[in-house]
């Protein structure tokens, strides 16, 4: 079996292996004395199916957070986050197409009808504007 211990791998020997196949993985059960753990190989390559986002700059969720307190009218003292949902802050469908409106114009960008409706968080925009910018400038 092996362990990873800090950046180097163990190799143990292992007394006993059991496999079984499941909806294309191989599944290994290894005992090793006393003990069982389990592992999981891929019978064939599957496609790679990541989607690598990286999360939107500070500034920009600063901003989007201002947009949204002007926009809701929220007190200075209200924290919102990156986490904030629209909904948890008070705002109802027409308050999030106000707050898309307001950040196009703050931004200098325009969403797509497709994208304001999977926008649900403060983190969310600003992922969004940040795309929208970078296509915008490439």
């Known amino acids: 079996m092996a362990a990873i211990a800090g950046s180097s791998i163990s190799m143990q ?21 006393g003990r069982s753990s389990l592992s999981f190989t891929m019978r064939r390559p599957m496609p790679a199916r990541l989607q690598i986002s990286c999360a939107a700059k500070k500034e920009t969720v600063d901003k989007v957070c201002d947009v949204v307190r002007k926009q809701l009218v929220i007190e200075d003292d209200t924290p919102i986050t990156g986490e904030s949902t629209f909904a948890d802050l ?7 197409v106000e707050i898309v409106m307001g950040l196009e114009e703050e931004f200098g960008i325009t969403v797509e009808e497709d994208n304001a409706q999977s926008i649900t968080t403060v983190q969310d925009a600003a992922d969004l504007i940040e795309d929208l910018c970078c296509k915008k400038s490439a």
């Not at 007394?15 to 005992?31: D, E, H, I, W, Y």
């Not at 008070?90 to 999030?96: E, K, N, R, Y």
């Open 13 to 33: 020997p292992r007394n006993t292996l059991a496999t079984s196949r499941v909806s294309g993985l191989k599944l290994g059960s290894f005992m090793n004395q």
């Open 90 to 96: 008070g705002a109802d469908s027409l308050d999030t």
